[in-house]
């Protein structure tokens, strides 16, 4: 079984819809973290988390939210989805430590129509 | 500002060595990492380095010079498997990893 789960795979929407992309670990990490990945650009980071309530903005939160329900579930959330989101999201966790490699989880296709 | 450079693309042939180059400008620096990304698949973690010098696992080396903004990642006895992109990404003063665009390197029979 996959330590990194994401849920769903491929969503199709349309503009103006809220859509919410859940992440699932049993790495045990306490730090979680949501990335998107557009064509020929590098990771950005939207959001991290190093334990349960504790939320932290990337460099592109902006129109979007999310929520760290418990250690092993971290969840994205678009409030009302535009075209521009459309990219292919990853979730990440990292174990304890500074210096530890992020585990990626199998990624998010989302299209905003 | 924060600046991580690679080249967009490369080829090489089945059974060769190539060489993909990293340079970097970042607010404090906590090591750099390597990871290797098929197409539509997640990144995975080829190596880290923190100290100057190379870093050898298997057919795969990482170089870094930290005087110079500099590294690279080698691969040697290319096969077709390792046709992927390749994804420099630093660590910054805060922990956090800066990920550079990538390289996507093409292996040739």
């Known amino acids: 079984d996959a330590d990194v789960t994401q849920t769903p795979r491929n969503r199709i929407t349309k503009t103006g819809k809220r859509i919410m992309l859940e992440c699932s670990q049993t790495?045990?990490?306490?730090?979680m973290y949501w990335y998107r990945q557009d064509p020929g650009l590098g990771l950005q980071l939207i959001y991290y988390?190093?334990?349960?309530?504790?939320?932290n903005k990337g460099e592109i939160s902006d129109g979007y939210s999310v929520s760290r329900q418990a250690q092993a579930k971290f969840s994205l959330s678009l409030e009302s989805a535009i075209p521009n989101q459309t990219a292919l999201y990853f979730c990440?966790?990292?174990?304890?430590?500074?210096?530890?490699?992020?585990?990626f989880g199998p990624g998010t296709r989302l299209t905003v129509l | 500002g924060q600046n991580i450079d690679q080249p967009t693309e490369m080829t090489a042939t089945e059974g060769a060595i190539v060489q993909i180059n990293c340079t970097y400008q970042?607010?404090?620096?906590?090591?750099l990492f390597w990871y290797q990304q098929h197409a539509g698949e997640a990144p995975t973690f080829l190596s880290y380095?923190?100290l100057d010098g190379l870093e050898e696992k298997g057919r795969f080396s990482s170089f870094l010079s930290r005087s110079k903004g500099y590294s690279y990642l080698l691969l040697k006895e290319l096969q077709m498997k390792d046709s992927a992109s390749y994804l420099c990404?630093?660590?910054?003063?805060?922990?956090?990893?800066?990920w550079g665009a990538g390289t996507k390197l093409i292996i040739k029979p």
């Open positions: 990440a966790t990292r174990g304890p430590g500074d210096v530890n490699e992020q585990f």
């Open positions: 790495k045990g990490h306490d730090r």
């Open positions: 988390s190093f334990d349960v309530k504790d939320i």
């Open positions: 970042t607010s404090g620096f906590n090591g």
């Open positions: 380095n923190v």
């Open positions: 990404a630093i660590m910054d003063s805060n922990y956090q990893l800066i």
